[in-house]
């Protein structure tokens, strides 16, 4: 079994890497875009889902490649452009200069081929808000191929515990290094599929990943 970290070693890690140049967010969104194209038929349907952070980011990053590639994306950013931070904002800005359609809200009958989750990742330590529930409860319904980004929305990243009901995804694509809490027990096990892991090229210092 590969190690897993805490979210602070995996923050940690990623602040040394951006500290020395490198830019994550695009890394991390070429991941995705391959992982996604990979599994695919071309111009299958792609929903991006983009939270406030920079999981939104990298899942802006994954649907302005996508769309390049010739698939029709959309991308759901329910709390808006305002607000994102730094790296996020860039992505969003990218993505609509490349003529992306950025959605508030679901439109009535719109069914996708292959959602990506990038509401939340690491960051979410508190309980989904009613809102984020509802949108979760709706993918799930879908009951299409999700790859969730780092960590399905609605799991704690550090124990696993589930934060509502969180997204059903089939695949889950880490960076840089697994989450304790993707240890297939409890309600993670039934919420994170295949687990996958990219590293963006950082790397971990030794002896420092958990069970």
């Known amino acids: 079994m590969q190690p897993r970290y805490s979210v602070a070693q995996i923050r940690d890690a990623e602040r040394q ?17 391959r992982f996604v194209a990979a599994r695919i038929p071309p111009g ?3 929903l991006a889902l983009a939270g406030p952070g920079n999981n ?4 802006l990053e994954a649907a302005t490649l996508l769309r390049a590639m010739g698939h029709d994306v959309r991308v759901l950013l ?15 800005a990218g ?7 950025t959605l508030s809200t679901l439109e009535p009958g719109y069914r996708p ?9 690491i960051g979410l330590n508190r309980p989904l808000g009613a809102d984020w529930q509802a949108l979760v409860d709706t993918v799930n319904a879908w009951g299409l191929p999700v790859l969730a980004l780092d960590v399905p929305s609605g799991l704690d990243a550090d124990t696993g515990a589930a934060l509502g009901r969180p997204i059903q995804a089939r ?9 304790r ?9 039934g919420a994170i599929g295949e687990s996958h892991l990219d590293t963006l090229g950082v790397t971990m210092p030794a002896g420092a990943g958990g069970a």
């Open 44 to 46: 299958t349907p792609v």
């Open 78 to 92: 329910p709390s808006g452009p305002q607000g994102l931070p730094a790296d996020a904002a860039r992505a969003h």
């Open 171 to 179: 695949w889950t694509l880490s960076f840089i290094a697994r989450a």
């Open 17 to 33: 890497a951006l500290a020395g140049g490198r830019r994550l967010m695009p890394l991390a969104g070429a991941a995705a875009a």
């Open 56 to 59: 939104g980011g990298d899942a």
């Open 95 to 101: 993505w609509v200069a490349a003529g992306g359609a």
């Open 113 to 121: 081929g292959l959602v990506i989750d990038g509401l939340f990742g």
């Open 181 to 189: 809490g993707l240890d297939q027990s409890g309600a993670a096990a």
